[in-house]
């Protein structure tokens, strides 16, 4: 099996060299103008490429940028000055830069990066079909699940790469959607911050702008290297693992070549301790469409009897939460205690020291559809069903 890995800086290049790793491994090179996140000048780049095949490392050259058309020509016209017979093939996504360097360059190898699309086997085959001999390798979606992936590698006469470990991109927008928010006027390259959701109580979703845009991340990571034997088994010889954000190829660079020579087992790896974020399997063991419908089906959030009075719809912790009412009425004197429900299935019974207006003057009674807030309690997430306690209820 392949190890297919990404490097910025000759600190990373000489690190992987050193580690003299037993398994084949092949590098992802790109520069600013022509990758997504990479910050690497052209020239530092060819720099890292010369020394990586000096020792015998496979270099791949990354477009993945996702241009419009001034920018895609500015990207062809870079593509032209670069030698590209030092690179053993070219990772690229646009179908525009598909066509430019299969008409330009049809000697040179792709390996097509079809991670935001192409799902089904028509497509794929259509793909490899329009490409021929020049298609090296088929990058694949991380919502593939495990039996999918499985079939794929029978009928594909095209090898395939998946991700095992690295970043889950949820959202991209060409837009820069970050330094709108900056109180500083001056000019930034990249922006780094952290993000919610005001349809979940989730939070932490990493977000980058840089010179292409804006890309919003899962909060978990994905996780399969404890899968690399039931993968080679299927038949995918080519996995990556993406050690670009939080310093990970510092962290983990060495555990990961370990793994993949067989000289750890991956019960010993330090991922699952150390890593700054949770780790997921994504869709690899189920399809998760498939549990979304019976979130939206859960009985959990619905009304289910006359003490009911309304829904959580914000958490502000420690501090308060924000209830919408929902029955015709809400009269304070009646109500002193409240039983709630999460979407979980958890129950919490509170007693209501004060209810207050959304301007934060006391009240004493509300009407439906009306915003109230509540004393904050833990474990309590938006979509939490509330309900006057009865004996009744």
């Known amino acids: 099996m392949k190890l297919v890995t990404y490097i910025e800086n000759f600190e990373e290049l000489e690190k992987l060299i050193a580690l003299d790793c037993k398994t084949p491994i092949e590098i992802i090179v790109g520069a600013t103008p022509l990758t997504r996140y990479s910050k690497t000048s052209l020239e530092e780049m060819l720099r890292l490429t010369g020394i990586a095949k000096k020792n015998n490392i496979d270099v791949v050259l990354e477009w993945d940028a996702l241009n419009q058309e001034e920018k895609f020509l ?4 870079v593509i032209d000055r670069l030698p590209l017979h030092e690179f053993k093939a070219i990772r690229v996504q646009d179908p525009g830069a598909v066509e430019y360097i299969k008409n330009k360059y049809p000697w040179l190898k792709i390996q097509l990066i079809l991670e935001n699309g192409n799902h089904n086997l028509i497509g794929l085959n259509k793909w490899c079909e329009y490409l021929g001999e020049q298609c090296e390798r088929l990058v694949l979606s991380n919502e593939l699940s495990r039996e999918m992936l499985r079939g794929y590698a029978k009928v594909l006469k095209t090898p395939i790469e998946i991700l095992v470990f690295g970043r889950i991109l949820l959202f991209y927008s060409p837009r820069k959607l970050l330094s709108p928010l900056e109180k500083k006027n001056i000019e930034v390259k990249s922006l780094e911050a952290y993000g919610s959701s005001e349809e979940s109580p989730h939070s932490g979703f990493p ?5 292409h845009g804006t890309f919003m991340f899962n909060v978990k990571d994905l996780y399969l290297l404890d899968h690399l034997d039931e993968l080679r088994e299927m038949g995918i010889l080519h996995t990556r693992v993406d050690l670009r954000f939080d310093e990970s190829f510092n962290n983990y660079s060495e555990a990961v070549m370990n793994l993949f020579s067989g000289t750890v087992s991956e019960n010993e790896l330090p991922f699952k301790k150390i890593h700054p974020r949770p780790l997921i399997k994504g869709f690899y063991n189920i399809n998760k469409t498939d549990v979304l419908f019976t979130k939206l089906k859960n009985k959990r959030t619905q009304r289910q009897d006359v003490n009911y009075i309304g829904e ?20 304070r004197s009646l109500i002193h205690e409240i039983r709630m429900i999460t979407p979980e299935g958890k129950e919490k019974v509170v007693q209501l020291s004060w209810i207050k207006s959304s301007v934060g003057e006391e009240v004493h009674s509300a009407m439906k559809n ?13 979509k939490t069903q509330v309900y006057l306690n009865s004996k009744n209820s």
């Open 74 to 77: 500015n990207s062809c016209d």
């Open 207 to 211: 977000l980058i702008e840089n010179t």
């Open 312 to 331: 959580i719809v914000d958490v502000e912790r420690d501090v308060q939460l924000a209830l919408m009412i929902k029955s015709d009425m809400f009269d």
């Open 370 to 382: 009306d915003l109230v807030l509540i004393p904050y309690t833990n474990g309590i997430t938006v």
